[in-house]
C-alpha cells in the first residue's frame, strides 16, 4: 500500500512539473553593449546545421547565438572598412515566432541625438538572408552616426559585403549557429563562387548596380547581381586608400542627394561616364584571369597565337604569315629586327599564361633565341651568319617549330592537358 502511494504520489508530481511551460530567458546583452536580444519563444533553443562546407543554409537562432554572430559579423566588416569599434547606436535584437519565409524586419527610431535599431527576425530562417539583414544593419547605423538624416545605402553595397564576408569568413561567421567547429582553412580565392558567375554571364553596368531591374532581383539574374557587386565592392576596397574611401562614402550617403554622388565624391570619378568606364574595364580584366592572376587559358591562347605569325610583304602585298613560312624567306640580319621585339612579347606571354601553355610559351621563346644567336658582348649587336651557317641554323629552327606547332595543336584539343604529358619532347642540338 505504501508503495503504491508513494508511486501515485511522484507520478502526481512528475506530470505537474512537466506541464510548466518553458521559463523564458533573461534579455541578453553583447560584450561591446551595442547588442541586446529578446527571445520571445517558450521552448528552449536548438541550433540546427543545413549544408556544407561549413555555412548552413537555413539557421535556427536563440538569444546567444544570435548575439555572438552580431559581433562577429560587425569584428570582420569593420576589419573590411578599416575602423575601430566606436558604436552610436543601440540595436534591439527581438526573436519571434514568425511563418517560415519571413524576411528580417530593421527599424529605427530616433533617441536624442543618436538613433536606436530593432531587428526583428523569426527563429528559422536562411543564413545568407540573417547576414545580410545584419550586415545592412551595421552599414545603416555606421552611415547614421551623428545625423539626423535617413541614409540611402545602395543596394550593391550591402549585397557586396554580404558576398565578401560569407566567402572569406563563412565558416568562423557562422560558427556561433552550427553544432560544427569553424574551420578557418586559408581560401586563396575570396572571389571563388563569384568568378565563376562572373566569368559565365554577361556584365552588369554600374546604373544596373544602383538601380537593379527586375531580371536581377530573381533566380539566376539575382546570383549575377550579387557576384557583380562582390566584384565591384572589393574592387573598391582595394582601390589606393581604398577603405578610407569606403567609409568616406558611407558617411556621405546621408549628405548627398543620392548615392551616384556620393560615390563620385568618394573614389575620385569626374563624371559617371568615368565610373562606368572603370567598372567595365574591372570586369573585363577579371573575366581574363584566373584565381592567380594568370590568363585565362583561352585569352593566353589567343595571344600566343598572334605572335607566332607576323607580317611580311607578299607578291600580293603585306599579310600576316605563320613563323615558319616567314624564315623560309630573306635575311638572318632581317629576321633579326622582327623575331627580337617577338621574343619580349612571348616573355609577357610566359609569365601570364597557366601551367599547361607555359612551357611551350617558353620553347617557343627559346627556339627563336637560339635563332637569332647571342652578341658576343651584353648589349652588344648580334654577330652576322654566313650563309651557310644560316642555313643550318635555319633549318633547325623549322624542325623545332614544325614539333611545336603540333604540340599547340594539340593542346587546343585538350585545353586542360597538363604540361607535363605531352608526348613530344623538344630535343636541342
Known sequence: MTRALFILVFSALWSTADAQPFRRPQPVTSVTKQFSAIWKLDRAPRPIVSGKN????????NAHSLIFFAEETKKHLLRELGVSDLWNGHVMLRIINLPPGTKPVLERQAFGDQWRYQLTVPEE???????HAMVSLLIEEYAGRYSRKTPRIPPWLTEGFTEIL?????PALFASLTLNRANNLFQPDALRRSRVVIQNTPQVSYLNLSLPPAELQLGEGLMRYRAHAHLFTAHLLARTDGARRMQFFIRETNRRANSQHAFLAAFDFKTMLAAEQWWSLTQTRFRNRDAQNRWMPNVAQGHLSNLLSVE??????????PLREYLQTGTHANHVKVLLPLVQKLILVEINAPPQLTRITREYRLVLQQYIGKPHQPNGPIPTLTTEAHAARRKVAMQSLT???TILADLKRAPNRPSNALSKILRRP
Open 312 to 321: 611580311a610583304a607578299r607578291e600580293d602585298g603585306r599579310k600576316s604569315v
Open 166 to 170: 560569407t566567402q572569406k569568413n563563412g
Open 403 to 405: 614539333l611545336l606547332d
Open 54 to 61: 561549413g555555412i548552413p543554409a537555413v539557421v535556427r537562432v
Open 125 to 131: 530562417l536562411p543564413s545568407r538572408q540573417l547576414l
